[in-house]
C-alpha cells in the first residue's frame, strides 16, 4: 500500500481534469483555497458529510460507507447523493461524503481504508490497481473527456488546423498530454514537429498566454473552459477533444473512449459489503441522472458544496460529459482507454493494463 503515495507524483496532473474551479469543501464545512491550478498537490482539509438517518429501504444493520471525491465533475455528479445524505433522506445506509482536491489525499484514504469508495481519474484507478494487487475494483465511468481546444480567434475548425500552430496546455507527463499526442498523431500531425506546444505549469497560465495574443490557443478542461469565458468575450471553444477522439474510433479494431474519471471500491470493502455497494451504485445513478436532466437545480446544489459557483456550473454542466457507465460496456471503453495510455508511457497507468478483475461485476 505503502507504494500508492510514491506513485501519485506521476499522475496527479491527471486530477486537473477533475479538479474544479472554486474553493475547497466538504458537505458540512468549506475551506477557501486557490484549487484553479489544477496540478496543485495541496489537499482540502475537508470534515465528512454524516448521514444517518433511516427509510423504507433501510437495512437491519446499515452500513458505514466513506465516500472521497475530487472537486470537479466527478463530484458534480453526486450533489443530489451528497444532499440527500445531509438531509437524512437516505437511509439504506450511512454514507458519510468528502471532497478533495489533490489525488494524494484520495490515494492515502484508500490506501489507509478511511475511505471505501472514491471517484479518481481514470487512470489513477489503473495505478491504484496495479500497486495494491487488486485492492481496488473500478464499479463505474463517471466522467468522459472535458477537454477542449479553445482559442481567442476564429481560425481552428478542425484538428488539422491546428498544423503550424502553438498550443498552450497544462498537464505535460499526465493524461492531458497523451491525449493531445493521441488526437494530433492519428489525424496525421507529429505532436514533436508539426505544432509547438508550450507546456505551462497551471490552467491559469494558459489562460494568461490565450488572452495575450490576438490568435491564441489551449487547450483547457471543463469547468474552466466556462471560468475562462467569464473572463474574456472573445474566447470561443473550437474543439471538443472527446468528439474528437470518437471520430478515430469508427474503423478501430480496439475502440475506446476519451474518460476523465471512475468511481472505485475497495476490493475488500466490496467482497464484506457487496449490498451496501449495490445501494450505493444505485443512488449514484440517480444522482447522475438528476444533474444531466436538472441542469439549474444541480447547479444550486453544486455551487452550495462550493465545487464550482453556481452561475459557473450551469453554464458547464452540458460540457462537462457526467455519465454513469457500468458493466461490458464500462470494461470496453475504459480497457481501450488505458491500453492507448499504456502504449505511450506504462507509467501512465502503473505498468500494466489492468485485467478482468479490475471491473467490479455486482
Known sequence: ?????????????????????????????????????????????????????????????????????????????????????????????????????????????????????????????????????????????????????????????SVEDLRGKTIYASGKGSTPEYVLNYILSQNGIDPDTDVTIEWKSEHAECLSALMSEGNGIAMLPQPFVTTAQTKSDNIRVALDLTNEWDKLQVDSDTPSALITGVAVVRTEFAEEHPEAVTAFMEHYKESVNFVNENTSDAAQLIGSYDIVPAAVAEKALPACNIVYITGNEMKNKLSGYLNVLFEQNPKAVGGNVPGDDFYYAD
Open 1 to 157: 500500500m505503502k507504494k500508492i503515495v510514491s506513485m501519485i507524483c506521476a499522475v496527479s496532473l491527471s486530477a486537473a481534469l477533475l479538479v474544479g474551479c472554486g474553493s475547497s469543501a466538504s458537505s458540512k464545512s468549506a475551506v477557501s483555497s486557490e484549487s484553479e491550478v489544477a496540478s496543485s498537490k495541496e489537499a482540502v482539509e475537508s470534515t465528512p458529510v454524516s448521514a444517518e438517518a433511516t427509510s423504507e429501504t433501510a437495512t437491519t444493520n446499515p452500513v458505514n460507507v466513506n465516500v472521497t471525491a475530487m472537486k470537479g465533475p466527478t463530484a458534480m455528479g453526486m450533489v443530489e447523493f451528497m444532499s440527500e445524505a445531509d438531509n437524512g433522506e437516505l437511509t439504506d445506509n450511512n454514507y458519510n461524503f468528502t471532497l478533495a482536491a489533490a489525488p494524494d489525499e484520495v490515494s492515502a484514504a484508500l490506501a489507509q481504508g478511511t475511505t471505501d469508495i472514491a471517484a479518481v481519474p481514470a487512470n489513477l484507478a489503473s495505478v491504484l490497481y496495479n500497486n495494491t494487487n487488486g485492492g481496488v475494483e473500478v464499479l463505474a465511468i463517471n466522467t468522459l473527456g472535458v477537454l477542449y481546444i479553445v482559442e481567442s480567434g476564429d481560425t481552428v475548425q
